[in-house]
């Protein structure tokens, strides 16, 4: 099965949503294959932005992930990193459909409550870049035979 990266946002600590969010991705029918809290430092978020490095609000950016820990998580499914950004919406918190994460709790483009791979091959670069080997997890899920018809997976 497809796994995906969401970090949930040091806005998020903040504001008492890790349990809301977490909650949605629990209700989706995804499987929790690991997670923790982290401080990033600016050696990841050099990394991890490493696609926005050239714009202005750049070093903002990195400012507000690493001003107090986040959590990073591992849901996994059938299709996990198309289904994720669905339920994340658009980054500007303001036009992101109301449903979706950012949609519901968001009303910036920076503070936007979660990160979500965008595709599987950054979700597995991703995956590595914050989780060491032994931090994720397969088990046996007794969800499984509930969430998806026997010939799905
Ligand atoms: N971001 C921002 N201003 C912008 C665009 C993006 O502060 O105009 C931040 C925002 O926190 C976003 C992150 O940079 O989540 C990464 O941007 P990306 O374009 O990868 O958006 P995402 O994949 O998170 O929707
Ligand atoms: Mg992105």
Redesign the pocket.
């Known amino acids: 099965m497809e796994k995906t990266l969401v970090i949930l946002?040091p806005c998020t600590l903040q504001r008492g949503l890790i349990g809301e969010v977490i909650s949605r991705f629990e209700k989706k029918g995804l499987k929790l294959a690991g997670i923790k809290m982290t401080w990033l430092t600016d050696k990841v978020l050099n990394e991890h932005?490493a696609?926005?490095s050239d714009?202005p609000?750049f070093q903002?950016?990195k400012n507000?992930?690493s001003i107090i820990p986040v959590i990073v998580c591992c849901w996994e499914g059938i299709d996990a990193v198309r289904v994720v950004?669905a339920m994340?919406?658009?980054?500007?918190g303001r036009n992101a459909a109301p449903g979706t994460i950012?949609g519901d709790y968001s009303m910036?483009?920076?503070?936007?409550i979660?990160?979500?791979s965008?595709s599987p091959e950054n979700a597995a670069i991703e995956l590595a870049r914050f989780f060491k080997d032994g931090e994720l997890f397969d088990y046996t899920w007794l969800q499984t035979a509930c969430v998806y018809a026997n010939d799905e997976c």
């Open positions: 946002k932005y696609h926005l714009k609000f903002r950016l507000a992930m950004r994340t919406g658009a980054t500007n950012r910036s483009s920076q503070e936007n979660v990160h979500a965008d």
